[in-house]
């Protein structure tokens, strides 16, 4: 059975950067997209980006550009996301997600990690 | 981004039928992408409930009853998730998701409330 760890809660100053990790078992790690899936507190999904840890090419969502940064280290089968120059709109909890193809835009976000709340505040 | 939309709220009786929208604008045609679905609870990650793209082309997530379906409507350019047999764990927000070109978009959420 796929699982996906989150790193651990986050409190970060606005201006820092931040870096989740999602650490996947149980499954093939590197023949499948992994997204980053953020929500802010009452708010609905929004999509971060996305990485094929096989070619390790990852594709940003055009409000994220220059600001997120997705990673996948396949010896770990860990997957990455720094987001940088934060602000307080930032606060959220971030998931990341397993597709169930090997294209960031082929197939469902199957597995889920468990997600971790980052608050931006000063 | 294209603007995915979705009622803010929906309600219905236990044993009734939920039926969940989802309208595309209209530069983008229903009938050219997947709509996914997904379904969150409180205090969850969401969960994958079921794509629709056409009768014959559609898939249902691991273990979801078969009392989730997907269809399309093409006159109102909307995706529609309709849950039969409606039962109070059914009470979540559902999330629609499509990838019209290089992003993934969400929908805003509906959340039902089964009465």
């Known amino acids: 059975q796929v699982q996906l760890v989150q790193s651990g809660a986050e409190v970060k100053k606005p201006g820092s950067s931040v870096k989740v990790s999602c650490k996947a078992s149980g499954g093939t790690f590197s023949s499948y997209a992994i997204s980053w899936v953020r929500q802010a507190p009452g708010q609905g999904l929004e999509w971060m980006g996305g990485?094929?840890?096989?070619?390790?090419?990852?594709n940003y969502a055009q409000k994220f550009q220059g600001r997120v940064t997705i990673t996948a280290d396949e010896s770990t089968s860990t997957a990455y996301m720094e987001l940088s120059s934060l602000r307080s709109e930032d606060t959220a909890v971030y998931y990341c997600a397993r597709q169930s193809g090997a294209g960031i835009s082929a197939g469902s976000f199957d597995y889920w990690g468990q997600g971790t709340l980052v608050t931006v505040s000063s | 981004q294209p603007v995915l939309t979705q009622p803010p709220s929906s309600s219905a009786s236990p044993g009734e039928s939920a039926r969940l929208t989802c309208t595309l604008p209209s530069d983008i045609n229903v009938g050219s992408y997947n709509i996914y679905w997904y379904q969150q609870k409180p205090g969850s990650p969401p969960r994958y409930l079921l794509y629709y793209y056409s009768d014959s082309d559609k898939g249902q997530g691991s273990g979801v009853p078969s009392r989730f379906s997907g269809s399309k409507d093409a006159s109102a350019n909307t995706g529609i998730l309709l849950i039969s047999g409606l039962q109070s764990e059914d009470e979540a927000d559902y999330y629609c998701?499509?990838?019209?070109?290089?992003?993934?978009?969400f929908g805003g959420g509906t959340k039902l409330t089964v009465l």
């Open positions: 990485i094929i840890p096989i070619f390790g090419t990852a």
């Open positions: 998701m499509i990838w019209p070109s290089n992003a993934w978009v």
